[in-house]
């Protein structure tokens, strides 16, 4: 049974950083993408960062130069660096992971009916 746990999330002010963190078990593919996506209330589920099995990450625009996705293979755990907060980027961050590799437009296309999701992890920034 596949299970994604995420955990790191919490308030900040603008400018802050915080570092998502997301368990992974039972996940045991070869090919396969991994990402962080959010949700802010009262808009859709977009993607903010992938990376697949190749190695190659994403990441959408409005994070490129502040969010740094990266994992530990040994460790089997997704991480988010977040640096340079702002406001906006306030929203429940769920992590992910599907078969396939790749990331990039997975990050665009993905389907939340689709892959395996975690319950998600709470992110606010204020100003």
């Known amino acids: 049974q596949v299970q994604l746990a995420e955990s790191g999330g919490g308030s900040v002010q603008a400018g802050g950083s915080l570092r998502l963190s997301c368990a992974v078990s039972g996940f045991t593919y070869n090919t396969y993408s991994m990402g962080w996506f959010r949700q802010a209330p009262g808009k859709k589920r977009e993607g903010v960062a992938a990376?697949?099995?190749?190695?190659?990450?994403s990441y959408a625009e409005s994070v490129k130069g502040r969010f740094t996705i990266s994992q530990d293979t040994a460790k089997n755990t997704l991480y988010l660096q977040m640096n340079s907060l702002k406001p906006e980027d306030t929203a429940m961050y769920y992590c992910?992971?599907?078969?396939?590799?790749?990331?990039?437009?997975?990050?665009?296309?993905?389907?939340?009916?689709?892959?395996?999701w975690g319950q998600g992890t709470q992110v606010t920034v204020s100003s």
């Open positions: 990376i697949d099995s190749s190695g190659s990450t």
């Open positions: 992910a992971a599907d078969i396939g590799a790749d990331g990039g437009t997975w990050l665009v296309y993905f389907d939340p009916e689709f892959g395996y």
